[in-house]
């Protein structure tokens, strides 16, 4: 957590694993995404079951600090402290004598998974992947999708004195948006309503200027096909302004660990890496922290529920072995 690995600066937060992992007693490989950014992939043997997280966080960086409970910083909980539980539970079955158990690490989660992607081309035999993200503890039955799009408008420039002489990008844009927020979006019984948030408005000269060009971002959380909602988005605002598609992820259903009746189940509606992992197995979704502290100023991680993750990420393997095994 000491070192900044915000997304496209992972590089030293890579090798820093690498060299723990190797000294550790993995066999270790890296695979290069992009400039010096790296994933990590660990193994004992030739694994069935293998452990996932990401080692990429949001901006801003935020040092690490601790009290006696809790530790905070960036990737406290997302994903820094997973990366720290699933490698000890790791550990613990090495030293237990079990093999056939891996590693994998990857960049850019936090933004369009290209270290996923590219790890979906390592070859592998693997049965199990236990992918760690902040779950407060529960196994995740389900995740929503995601669809980002670029929403553009273009207008006429004129003197604002004037404004009938132009056409102003800024209000189509506006009337544009107001679709998209007094919309009926689809709602899934399982994971719930598809939900929309307008991260950012660009646009505009000066208030004296009528606007020629306007721009907003905006990131859906479906429960359906990313395809079907796209095009869903083009109908509903018509052709007075242009939209793009960017980076979507559709919602996935996980695995539910048998006999661990002890942890409590529930649907998340952020998105992971799951998707673009598909070559890894059955995916189980499961992490200490929550999503809410993620992210945020104040992001931190309770020390006794990180401890005790390190044993369920444990049990987890132990279960899935036997069951690969099968």
């Known amino acids: ?9 992972e590089g030293a937060a890579g090798r820093w694993l690498r060299d723990f992992l190797v000294t550790a007693g993995f066999e270790v490989e890296t695979q290069e995404v992009s400039g010096d950014r790296i994933n990590v992939y660990a ?26 409970d809790k530790i905070y910083g960036r990737g406290a909980c997302d994903a820094k402290g997973i990366v720290a539980a699933q490698v000890f539970a790791a550990l613990s079955l090495k030293a237990a004598g079990e093999r056939e158990v891996g590693l994998l690490y990857v960049v850019g989660e936090e933004d369009g998974s290209d270290g996923a992607r590219r790890a979906n081309e390592i070859p592998n035999r693997n049965r199990f992947l236990i992918n760690g993200e902040p779950t407060e503890s ?49 709602v899934d019984a399982e994971l719930g309503p598809t939900t929309y948030n307008i991260g950012t408005i660009t646009g505009g000269r000066k208030p004296n200027v009528v606007p020629d060009a306007a721009s907003s971002e905006v990131m859906f959380r479906t429960v359906f096909s990313p395809d079907r909602l796209f095009e869903m988005v083009g109908e509903l605002v018509g052709d007075t302004v242009t939209v793009k598609r960017g980076f979507s992820i559709p919602p996935v259903h996980t695995h539910v660990v048998p006999d661990l009746d002890r942890i409590p189940t529930s649907v998340v509606r952020f998105g992971t890496d799951i998707p673009c992992l598909t070559n890894w197995g059955t995916p189980i979704l499961f992490g200490p922290g929550s999503i809410h502290d ?7 991680i309770n020390k006794s529920e990180l401890l005790e993750a390190v044993e369920t990420y444990a049990s987890m393997a132990r279960i899935l072995l036997r069951k690969g095994k099968e």
């Open 43 to 68: 193994r004992l043997g030739d694994p069935l079951v293998t452990f996932s997280s990401h080692i990429d966080t949001v901006p801003p960086y935020i040092p690490f600090s601790e009290d006696e």
């Open 294 to 300: 993620a992210h945020t100023r104040h992001e931190f």
């Open 138 to 186: 529960h196994q995740a039955i389900a995740t929503k999708g995601a669809l980002r799009v670029v929403i553009e408008a273009s207008g006429r420039i004129a003197h604002s004195a004037y404004p009938e002489l132009g056409e102003s990008a800024i209000e189509k844009l506006i009337d544009a948006l107001e679709k998209i927020r007094h919309h009926g979006w689809p």
């Open 1 to 9: 957590m000491s070192i900044d690995s915000t997304t496209w600066q």
